[in-house]
């Protein structure tokens, strides 16, 4: 795949699809989820994909053959976000029982949850250097995490933003800024046969190159 850049996108139908970015082509489709995909995460080397939704597992994706792997399980309610750490070794998922939880990749097992919202977790991202792990949701808070001390206390109380509904953070590439507001609306290439519902995008993608 030229440039290695590529693209997949989740739907509330609980379908994944992988896009080749360089031709606006549909890979592969995966019947990942009983209901909606509402996350999709590559791992840093592109190998990998991450989805929550639909269940209370984290399912992995072997790419670009698109064999299922052994699923995280560990949430009590529905998964709602995933992400890889920026090394790949760590993936970071929250769940609607207000938890966050951190798996060791390679041994496929869970190494902390983390607790501290009030309400429903949205959204998880990990900052650019991988020290930090920042974490939104209905309680409108944006906590942040040191993970050099994983499940002891987050690093700071956490940044409340006003409204109602739930917010999304997001770390600013190659800085340690942090940008979090309402959650967005979006729309991608047209193929899902419902409403589109995540996003996520392999910027090195090297495990797509040998397709």
């Not at 995909?37 to 790419?63: C, E, I, R, T």
Request: aromatic fraction near 6%; charged fraction near 20%.
């Amino acid at each position: 795949m030229p440039g290695g850049h590529a693209l997949a996108s989740g739907s509330i139908d609980g379908s994944i699809k992988l896009w080749d970015l360089a031709t606006y082509k549909e890979i592969i489709t995966l019947d990942a989820h009983n209901g909606p995909v509402h996350s999709v995460a590559f791992s840093p080397d592109g190998k990998l994909l991450a989805s929550a939704g639909g269940s209370n597992d984290v399912q992995l994706w072997q790419m670009p053959s698109g064999r299922e792997l052994e699923p995280f399980k560990g949430h009590t309610r529905w998964a709602r976000s995933c992400a890889f750490s920026p090394d790949g070794k760590l993936l970071a998922s929250a769940g609607l029982e207000k938890t966050v939880r951190l798996w060791d990749v390679a041994q496929h097992k869970e190494i902390a949850e983390l607790t501290g919202h009030q309400q429903r977790v949205h959204f998880v991202t990990f900052s650019h250097s991988g020290g930090q792990l920042a974490t939104a949701g209905m309680d409108r808070t944006v906590k942040l995490w040191d993970m050099r001390k994983l499940a002891q206390a987050p690093a700071n109380p956490g940044l409340r933003a006003g409204g109602g509904g739930a917010i999304r953070a997001a770390c600013k590439p190659e800085t340690e800024q942090l940008c979090a507001g309402p959650m967005p609306l979006g729309q991608c290439l047209r193929a899902h046969m419902d409403q589109l519902s995540a996003g996520c995008s392999s910027a090195l993608g090297s495990g797509l190159n040998n397709r």
